[in-house]
């Protein structure tokens, strides 16, 4: 599976953005989507993760409530729409693709895209 992240970009504290990876290449409802991203100096961490067929959803605690992963398997393609942005949400994300069941651990993951870059100012 080839993933290609886009959507990333400046917003000021309190704004939005959403995310969308497009993927190609294998069946992509076969795959559990993921977000994860990754701040200057600091590991990659879980964001979100949705199911097949997106009945499931799954988030880290921090943005819960304020962002919502979707996907659309007929365009192949995950959303991560991010609300009431704050400065500590700023890094690259990353979207992955796991062809088991959901999980939090990057190194579950057997596809990644390549990242785009949220910078949220205060």
């Known amino acids: 599976v080839q993933l290609q992240a886009s959507g990333g970009g400046l917003v000021q504290a309190g704004g939005s953005l959403r995310l969308s990876c497009a993927a190609s290449g294998r069946t992509f409802s076969n795959y559990y989507m993921g977000w994860f991203r990754q701040a200057p100096g600091k590991e990659r961490r879980f964001v979100a993760a949705?199911?097949?067929?997106?009945?499931?959803?799954y988030y880290e605690d921090s943005v819960k409530g304020r962002f919502t992963i979707s996907r659309d398997n007929a365009k192949n393609t995950v959303y991560l729409q991010m609300n009431s942005l704050k400065p500590e949400d700023t890094a690259v994300y990353y979207c992955?693709?796991?062809?088991?069941?959901?999980?939090?651990?990057?190194?579950?993951?057997?596809?990644w895209g390549q990242g785009t870059l949220v910078t949220v100012s205060s």
């Open positions: 992955a693709a796991r062809g088991g069941t959901y999980s939090q651990f990057a190194t579950m993951y057997d596809y």
């Open positions: 949705i199911s097949w067929g997106g009945l499931s959803t």
